[in-house]
């Protein structure tokens, strides 16, 4: 029954998100099995988390190696690759999720014209938005905070006869 209640424990993280399941599962089992090994207590962790033959300094060389993979993965897909800006904003591997870019679909309404376009919203400043209109090759326009208004929707639908 214990079995069972922490197999459905880990299904349902891994349904919350599987970075997030990873994290909560994988993350301290790693940090315990390090620290066991730091402290030569290999013996007294389960079988199944135990990390043996593998000293303190090789530990902390690995793990500088993951991330400065992980950071190299993670500048390919952002100088390289470049942004996967779609109808419902920004998709990709690390970066939506990681570094928190997103491309937010929205409709920007003129104030001064009352002219309305669905765009998506990149971010600004307290000057400025920076919008990409996907529907005319992905044109950005930097537009007044002061003159435009944004209202959230889900997804932006381009006008027949238009290039993507």
């Given at each position: 029954?214990?079995?069972?209640?922490?197999?459905?424990?880990?299904?349902?993280?891994?349904?919350?998100?599987?970075?997030?399941?990873?994290?909560?599962?994988?993350?301290?089992?790693?940090?315990?099995?390090?620290?066991?090994?730091?402290?030569h207590?290999?013996?007294?962790?389960?079988?199944?988390?135990?990390?043996?033959?593998?000293?303190p300094?090789?530990?902390?060389?690995?793990?500088?190696?993951?991330?400065?993979?992980?950071?190299?993965?993670?500048?390919?897909?952002?100088?390289?690759?470049?942004?996967?800006?779609?109808?419902?904003?920004?998709?990709?591997?690390?970066?939506?999720?990681?570094?928190?870019?997103?491309?937010?679909?929205?409709?920007?309404?003129?104030?001064?014209?009352?002219?309305?376009?669905?765009?998506?919203?990149?971010?600004?400043?307290?000057?400025?938005?920076?919008?990409?209109?996907?529907?005319?090759?992905?044109?950005?326009?930097?537009?007044?905070?002061?003159?435009?208004?944004?209202?959230?929707?889900?997804?932006?639908?381009?006008?027949?006869?238009?290039?993507s």
């Open positions: 029954m214990v079995v069972s209640a922490l197999w459905l424990a880990v299904a349902w993280l891994l349904a919350q998100g599987v970075d997030l399941g990873l994290a909560l599962i994988a993350g301290p089992a790693v940090a315990i099995a390090i620290i066991a090994n730091i402290l207590a290999n013996s007294e962790i389960p079988r199944l988390i135990r990390i043996e033959g593998i000293r300094g090789a530990a902390v060389a690995g793990s500088l190696l993951a991330l400065i993979a992980f950071i190299g993965l993670l500048a390919y897909e952002v100088f390289i690759v470049g942004p996967d800006l779609r109808m419902d904003g920004e998709h990709g591997l690390l970066t939506a999720r990681v570094l928190g870019i997103n491309a937010q679909p929205v409709s920007a309404v003129n104030v001064d014209t009352g002219e309305v376009a669905d765009l998506l919203y990149l971010g600004g400043s307290a000057d400025l938005y920076v919008l990409v209109d996907p529907c005319d090759k992905g044109r950005v326009d930097m537009v007044s905070v002061g003159s435009h208004r944004l209202v959230v929707i889900d997804e932006i639908a381009c006008p027949a006869g238009s290039e």
